[in-house]
Nanobody, 123 residues
Framework: QVQLVESGGGLVQAGGSLRLSCAAS???????LGWFRQAPGKEREFVAA????????AYADAVKGRFTISRDNAKNTVYLQMNSLKPEDTAVYYC?????????????????WGQGTQVTVSS
């Protein structure tokens, strides 16, 4: 099993930055870690993912060039640096783990999920 705990969400003005963290515990070796988000009334959508070694990453088009995903396996933590935030980035952000070290954008292919952290961007 894998346990995931997100932190770092909050309220920020448009154009500002936030860094989300997700602390993982349990069976974390050789896992892909990803970030998803869900706004009210919308489906959960892929944001970014990083492979176990950090050599492979993927981003949603909506965040490419503004968000950066990284991981520190010594700390069992994945980060999402979010810059140039827009009101449309407002959502609950979830961390997820995929146990086969595949980069995938499909929520159902992730095996474990955190509880989420709220990000609100004001205009």
């Amino acid at each position: 099993q894998v346990q995931l705990v997100e932190s770092g969400g909050g309220l920020v003005q448009a154009g500002g930055s936030l860094r989300l963290s997700c602390a993982a515990s349990g069976r974390t070796f050789s896992t892909t870690l990803g970030w998803f988000r869900q706004a009210p009334g919308k489906e959960r959508e892929f944001v970014a993912a990083v492979s176990w070694g950090g050599g492979m990453t993927a981003y949603a088009d909506a965040v490419k060039g503004r968000f950066t995903i990284s991981r520190d396996n010594a700390k069992n933590t994945v980060y999402l640096q979010m810059n140039s935030l827009k009101p449309e980035d407002t959502a609950v952000y979830y961390c997820a783990a995929e146990l086969r070290n595949r980069i995938t954008r499909i929520p159902r292919e992730y095996d474990y999920w955190g509880q989420g952290t709220q990000v609100t961007v004001s205009s």
